[in-house]
């Protein structure tokens, strides 16, 4: 929890990592410059006092994580999404497995989420049973621009993708987290795209999807969908750290957000740890539309309780105390584009 | 003779100035892509770099092909080799390039087909992005939303705005007789009254979008080759 100016916060960090980059567990180049390029990303957004040498952004320890997201970082749940990437990293990356291993010592502060690939087929299917119930699975991350074989990625509209969307249903896993692209295979399409959440939403009503990073970068194809599909989310991941380099751009990713898609749908996440929550949080607390870009609605306290915490809080049942519910009650305050109050 | 190169040097950056990244809508020398160019005799080099070694090769593909294209055309100049340097997929796309191989022909294994719907798509975002700006100009010159969907080409101001505007609806194939509407759909056709606001709402986020994408790719490229920091260009 977060409490500033008399406004108190509860944080849900909705994209955390605990991965392994480093050399030792790099299986080619492509996994040296997987991490070299989160290091960028890590260098470019961060603020000079928050930068970390190479070694350590390579691979942390469970002690750096739970004090950096608990102990500093005002987080009171995160939600760890499994990167895998096994063919760039001996041991994989960051696998539900080693998610879990830290989320059992830390009882109540993490949620940790599966992944699965709908070309595993029936195997997958089964494997995605025996992940639920081991870790109570309420939630998964998806990667569709992976190739894998002879195929160039896959699109949730798929009918193999819809059938482990339903089993999704039958387990109960009821929030699905999307992230488009980038693809490190030459793909003729753009490995963005966001159409098949859509398809995938219409057809799914009981489930979320969450798309990651905010469709970023196509922001307004993301946004177009989102306003249509009462179940289609954005997490913040990656939009987040342009809040200190480049801060009208956050206020607009964030006005443009709040227009087409509307405040109760979307979530705050870090991406720990190409950055940290504790700088991400007090900024955005602090953090206002510039006055002259009048297009966009204000950024209250309750939407920024929303935002931080009660959005992602809703989405996976999470009890939040009642001291850190939104002061005004839900009405539409702001101008919200069509579809989006539906 | 020394005067005679360097000229020619000039008319390669020139040309490579007309070369956009699709994605960002600006020229690849703007946005500091472009590291060297040499011309000896009738052969020209030019080396690029891109903000990440994992940036998409499809949109990576486009800029070297099209680099390839622009600096052929520079009379004088016979062949042309473009480098595209730090990237995952170099080695297939300068070689690709160079023998006229088409994406396919460069990923055969991997490519499904070549990349004119992608470069289509991205074109229609560049025009909506540039409808949005010329709007924006008329809203400021006095227009009002609702006079908007009947302000012609002829009505936009000398200056950028008009000029972008035309450029990218020529890419898109839309006509240019200062009559044509501003505000239009991504076929041209005209919009309704009742529908310029989120025509225009849209338009606005599109513009946002690519905007936001380069000043980020700008900081990755920064961050990535530390001497590259290169003036923005007032969008």
Known sequence: ??????????VVDGHVHFWDGSPANQANIHGTQFIDCFYDYHKNLS??????????????????????????????????????LT????????????????????????????????????????????????????GVKLYTAEW???????????????????????????NIHVHKGPTIRPLERDAFDVHDVDVAATEFTDLNF??????????????????????????????????HSRPRYFAQIVGELCYWIGEDKILFASDYAIWQPKWLVEKFV?????????????????????ILGLNAAALYDIEVPAQFAAKVPDEPAAEVAVGASS | MTLVRTDQREAVVDALRTVRDPELDESIVDLGFVTSSTVDGGHAEVRLRLPTYFCAPNFAYLMVADAQDAVRSVPGIDTASIVLVDHFASD????????????????????????????????????????ERACRRL?????????????????????????????????????????????????????????????????????????????????????????????????
């Open chain 1, 1 to 10: 929890m977060y409490t500033k100016d008399g406004e108190s916060y509860f």
């Open chain 1, 47 to 84: 603020p000079a006092e928050w930068l970390w040498p190479k070694d350590k952004f390579e691979k942390y320890s469970e002690q750096d994580l739970i004090h950096d997201l608990f102990e500093v970082g005002y987080v009171d749940k995160a939600i760890f999404q499994p990167t895998y």
């Open chain 1, 87 to 138: 063919d760039f990293y001996t041991n994989g990356f960051n696998t539900t497995e080693q998610d879990a291993a830290v989320a059992e010592k830390y009882p109540d502060k993490f949620i940790v989420n599966g992944a699965w690939d709908p070309r595993d087929g029936e195997r997958g299917l089964r494997a995605l049973g025996e992940l639920a119930q081991r870790y109570n699975l309420r």
């Open chain 1, 148 to 174: 894998r074989g002879d195929s160039h990625g896959w699109k949730l509209s798929d009918p193999e993708a819809f059938r482990y969307l339903e089993k999704c249903r039958e387990l109960g896993i009821k």
């Open chain 1, 210 to 243: 969450i798309v990651e990073h905010v469709g970023l970068p196509r922001l307004e194809d993301f946004c177009w969908i989102a306003t249509q599909e009462p179940n289609v989310y954005g997490g913040l991941a990656v939009a987040m750290p342009f809040i």
């Open chain 1, 286 to 306: 602090d953090f206002e539309i510039p006055e002259d870009l009048t297009e966009y609605a204000p950024l209250t306290a309750d939407v920024k309780r929303k």
């Open chain 2, 92 to 131: 297939a796309i300068n070689s690709g390039v160079a023998a006229g191989a088409g994406f396919v022909g460069s990923f055969p294994d991997e490519a499904g087909s070549e990349l004119d719907d992608l470069r289509r798509n991205f074109q229609r975002k560049a025009h909506v992005a540039a409808m």
């Open chain 2, 139 to 235: 809203l400021t010159d006095g227009w009002t939303i609702e006079s908007l969907p009947h302000a012609r080409l002829a009505d936009l101001p000398d200056g950028a705005e008009r000029e972008r505007l035309r450029r990218r609806r020529a890419d898109v194939d839309l006509p240019l007789d200062p009559g044509c509407l501003v505000l239009v759909g991504d076929d041209g056709a005209p919009v309704e009254p009742d529908d310029a606001p989120l025509r225009l709402r849209f338009a606005h986020t599109v513009r946002v979008s690519i905007d936001g994408n380069a000043h980020f790719c700008r900081g990755l490229l920064a961050t990535r080759y530390p001497d590259s920091a290169v003036e923005e260009v007032l969008r």
